[in-house]
């Protein structure tokens, strides 16, 4: 049995509470002080990411930007500090154990244990924090949807692509996705 960690029960938890927490394969995320557990993802989800950083690395390739998966501590705030499944920053951008700043891109892949959390806490987090870019890929759908930071700090889909459409991205990188392409190979 793993380490027993004792929480703090009437304040919202902060970066050093979530420092405490076990290293056990559990994914451990504070949003506003709230503490959000997810479970280690299936050779499915993983699959979809490992293309998605293939396509996005390419892209990335000689214009100083870095794209890092999970695990990976992105500070929003003392009392938010997330892991994207995947995101884009510049190298410059990055402190030595963690991102401190909000990344140009976030990208999260659906899974049953984590869809609501993604599609609605993180979406609306990751507008509050700055992120400028945020994409949610459905692998059973197979689907991307895109949104982009407006003025006033909301997002706006500017992308869905579905099957064997082209997912067109811009921002932060140009980059072609074809939805399907990413299941295409997976059997379980």
Known sequence: MGAMTTLPRSRPLTRGDLDAMPDDGHRYELIDGVLIVSPAPVPHHQMVLAK?????????????????????????????????????????????????????????????????????????????????????????????TAWRLTEDGSYEEIVHAVGDEPFNADEPVSVTIIPSQLTDDWSP
């Not at 806490?121 to 400028?132: C, E």
């Open 52 to 144: 998605l950083h293939l396509a996005l690395a390419a892209a990335v390739e000689g214009t100083g930007l870095l794209v890092l998966f999970a695990p990976l501590d992105v500070v929003l705030s003392e009392d938010t500090v997330v892991e994207p499944d995947l995101l884009v920053a510049a190298r410059s951008d990055f402190g030595p154990r963690d991102l401190p700043l909000p990344p140009l891109l976030a990208v999260e892949v659906r899974s049953p244990s984590t869809w609501r959390v993604d599609r609605f806490l993180k979406h609306a987090r990751y507008a509050a924090g700055g992120i400028a870019s945020y994409w949610i890929v459905d692998p059973e759908a197979p689907s991307i």
